[in-house]
């Protein structure tokens, strides 16, 4: 074999190996998207079929939306405030200063009060969620669950997928209020603007979708945070280490999702394609 | 065999991946009788059991309740299976979010659609039968010793009369007095229902207590199986190192 022969064949050798390590790790992409459907279609189906539990339902609708509103209204708070300053550090260099309130509320309703609070529960509910869930499973109290007669996607999974959907509008609602009251006070006490046209220029360009898209994308978002929270749970691996990796893993997906859908439901709701 | 078997096991394999931890388990445990199934650590016991529970798939084989095939059955003929079952998990299992009582009346709530009221009186009465007052339960499963966290499992197990009850470990983890007093209340629990029971355990106290008959487990089949008086006499060198409990035979532990 001549040396120029040598080396094609060696690049054939290792393109064929890259290939394999790509083709297998396709294929376990794939498994895992199947995996994760199923899991949904599995989740979806038992939220709407009886039997209900609807203590379990209150109980999480408590935790998820009750307990996340302090975080969800500091940061929101916050946003609003560091918005009305950095919009006047930028406009008041082309005397648009009129526009602050207008780019506050829009921002708020739009983008910043959905993706922050969808993270921040991400944060917080999915990784208690991870956690409970994956310590039932490696402790087999989901295996308890079955023998005693009782779905664990109707009794675990179901009324924290509609608690996480339903919630997440109210707390971005909620959120949305405090962020542009963020705004009004930095407005108001510190950049001394007039309240009564603050406040006109907050709902003079103010539309309804503006809202109302916010408030879909929050529902979209607590819908996931929730499967993420539950997914990774119920499949955690065995030991304290599984837990651990389940609830690591809730939190990033979630986030990354929330990100990733925070543009494609922007596009669908904006440009309407 | 005379009596027809209430539990048949019949050439079950279940392989996860490339790790094959039943390769053809073939058991049967008469109605009334109690079967326990001894062998070591990461065996395949609890695969076996939960198995038979329909907690597992198994690839291959059949699994027979009262005669009828049950690794295909549809999910309503499942759930009216398993409201014939008692299951004690290893360690409990308890329900970390529930009260004690709650724990044991999970079952007749949940399965059995029993008002909440008489569900907890039963409940309660049977955490008397395995010794535990009616202080204990409205007491957190995190509150409660290992011995009484599995008295609670054993209670709750018990608590819909089952046909059928499967202990998977009872007295792991647990000292010899109180595993001597948990395997009374088992042997107590199950023929005072006439349950037949299927039990898995390395503890061969245990074993020798609560067990009419023994099976061996070893390398995902059944080596030997016998009545629990003859296990000293098995003329099975396997067996009789695992009772004795030497490291030296033909047993190799892998490290
Ligand atoms: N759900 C599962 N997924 C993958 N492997 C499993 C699973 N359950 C058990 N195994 C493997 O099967 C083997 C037997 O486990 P198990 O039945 O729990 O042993 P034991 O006899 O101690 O009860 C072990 O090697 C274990 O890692
Ligand atoms: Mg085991």
């Known amino acids: 074999m001549s040396l120029s022969e040598q080396q094609s064949f060696s690049v054939v050798g290792y393109s064929q190996v890259f290939l394999q390590k790509l083709g297998s790790a396709a294929l376990g992409f794939f ?10 279609g599995h989740g979806v189906s038992h939220c709407f079929t009886p039997p209900f539990f609807p203590r379990l339902l209150l109980r999480q609708l408590i935790d998820i939306g009750y307990y996340s509103l302090p975080v969800v209204g500091l940061t929101t708070l916050f946003t609003g405030m560091v918005l009305a300053l950095q919009s006047y ?59 005693l007669s009782t779905n664990p996607y109707k009794y675990l999974i179901a009324p924290r997928l509609i608690a996480g959907t339903l919630m997440l509008p109210v707390l971005v609602l909620i959120g949305d209020i405090i962020g542009v009251f963020g705004g009004y006070i930095v407005s108001i006490y510190s950049l001394g603007f007039i309240p009564e046209n603050y406040l006109h220029k907050t709902w003079e360009y103010l539309e309804r979708m503006d809202v109302i898209s916010g408030l879909w994308k929050a529902a979209a978002f607590g819908f996931i945070v929730t499967l993420m929270g539950c997914y990774h749970g119920f499949n955690s691996e065995r030991g304290a280490q599984g837990v651990g990796a389940a609830t690591t893993n809730a939190v990033v997906s979630s986030s990354i999702l929330i990100l990733i859908f925070n543009y494609f439901l922007t596009q669908v709701f904006f440009t309407g394609k | ?34 079967l326990v199934v001894i062998g070591g650590s990461g065996t395949g016991k609890s695969v076996m059991i939960k198995s038979v529970l329909g907690l597992i798939s198994p690839d291959k084989g059949s699994i027979k309740i009262d005669g009828q095939e049950t690794t295909k059955l549809r999910p309503p003929e499942r759930d009216a299976m398993m409201r014939k079952f008692g299951m004690l998990f290893q360690g409990g299992a308890l329900f970390d979010s529930l009260p004690v009582w709650e724990n044991v009346a999970f079952g007749l709530i949940q399965g059995h659609a029993m008002d909440r009221k008489q569900a907890k009186d039963i409940a309660i009465e049977k955490l008397r039968s395995v010794g535990l007052s009616a202080g204990v339960a409205k007491l957190y499963p995190a509150e409660l010793s290992g011995g009484m966290q599995q008295r609670v499992g054993l209670a709750r197990a018990v608590a819909a009369n089952p046909e059928i009850i499967f202990f998977d470990e009872p007295t792991t983890g647990l000292d010899p007095i109180m595993a001597d007093v948990i395997n009374n209340l088992i042997v107590e629990a199950s023929k005072g229902l006439g349950a037949t029971t299927l039990s898995i355990t390395h503890d061969m106290a245990s074993a020798r207590k609560i067990a009419d008959n023994i099976a061996m487990i070893y390398k995902g089949q059944i080596i030997w199986h016998g009545p629990a008086k003859e296990i000293d006499h098995s003329g099975n060198e396997y067996v009789d190192q695992f009772i004795r409990g030497r490291a030296e035979g033909p047993i190799k532990m892998e490290v």
Do not use: C, W
């Open chain 1, 31 to 40: 498994a895992a998207v199947g995996r994760l459907a199923q899991f949904t």
């Open chain 1, 89 to 147: 550090s930028g406009f008041s260099r082309f005397s648009a200063e009129g526009a602050i309130a207008t780019v506050v509320v829009l921002s708020i309703t739009r983008e910043l009060s959905p993706v922050l609070a969808g993270l921040m529960v991400a944060g917080r509910v999915g990784a208690s969620i991870a956690a409970e869930i994956g310590t039932m499973r490696v402790t087999e109290q989901i295996d308890a669950l079955t023998t």
């Open chain 2, 1 to 34: 065999m005379a009596a027809r078997a209430k539990l048949e096991l019949r050439g079950v394999y279940k392989s996860f991946g490339a790790n094959h931890v039943l390769k053809g388990i073939d058991i049967a445990v008469e109605k009334g009788k109690s």
